[in-house]
């Protein structure tokens, strides 16, 4: 799928700003993830289904990485990337377990919205497509998100930045420091994120979120 899924088409972004910036993208030799990998965390998780939101920055940058989904990569990359492992870290002490490997596409399919703030990038280049214009697309569908109760799970600054205006005491707000190396130590180990959020769930009425899956 190389354009919007269509839950999402009726966004002002993609009839407004979409095809200029698709146009961009097209006359780059190279951008990550796949174009039909480009709006995979919005085709997963359609509006009436999200019940928690995550948020990324960008796609990673190396080549084989990328998935569509924020801070998620192909199950059979061995390697994962240091703040997924830092997030598997914290899930082991929070809920006793975590995923078989670095594919988070059942928490998408759980209702967990992985979505980067900027959803290209070109190789090597982290943050290069931060100010192209995926900013409106994000807080159109933040918006769109915010009408019903959900978790926002946002890590960092530049995270909680971007949800600020569409926070409401209607939903569960975890902030804590970024899962990356540099800050991880600076409340983000210790914060018990996946817990809270499916204690928050059950107390709805809702089902949890079953965060480790069932290969774990």
Not at 67 to 96: C, K, Q, W
Request: aromatic fraction near 8%; hydrophobic fraction near 40%; include cysteine.
């Amino acid at each position: 799928m190389s354009g919007p899924p269509d839950s999402w088409a009726d966004l002002p972004f993609f009839s407004a700003d979409w095809p200029a910036l698709r146009d961009r993208l097209d006359a780059l030799p190279e951008v990550l993830p796949d174009p039909g990998l480009r709006f995979r965390a919005l085709e997963l998780t359609p509006p009436g289904a999200v019940r928690v939101v995550i948020l990324g920055q960008d796609p990673y940058p190396t080549p084989g990485h990328a998935t569509g989904l924020a801070f998620s990569v192909p199950p059979e990359l061995a390697r994962l990337p240091r703040s997924l492992g830092n997030i598997f870290a914290e899930m082991r002490d929070d809920i006793g377990c975590a995923p078989a490997s670095g594919d988070l596409s059942h928490w998408a399919e759980q209702g967990v919205l992985l979505l980067n703030t900027a959803l290209s990038v070109e190789p090597g280049k982290a943050g290069g497509h931060a100010r192209w214009g995926w900013n409106r697309l994000v807080g159109e569908v933040l918006g769109r998100v915010a009408e019903r109760p959900c978790a926002f799970l946002l890590w960092g600054k530049h995270a909680q930045k971007i949800a600020a205006p569409h926070l409401s005491p209607d939903h569960l707000v975890i902030e804590t420091a970024h899962p990356s190396p540099l800050s991880a130590r600076r409340g983000f180990f210790g914060s018990r994120p996946f817990g809270r959020i499916n204690g928050w769930l059950e107390a709805r009425g809702d089902p949890p979120i079953d965060w480790c899956g069932p290969a774990a």
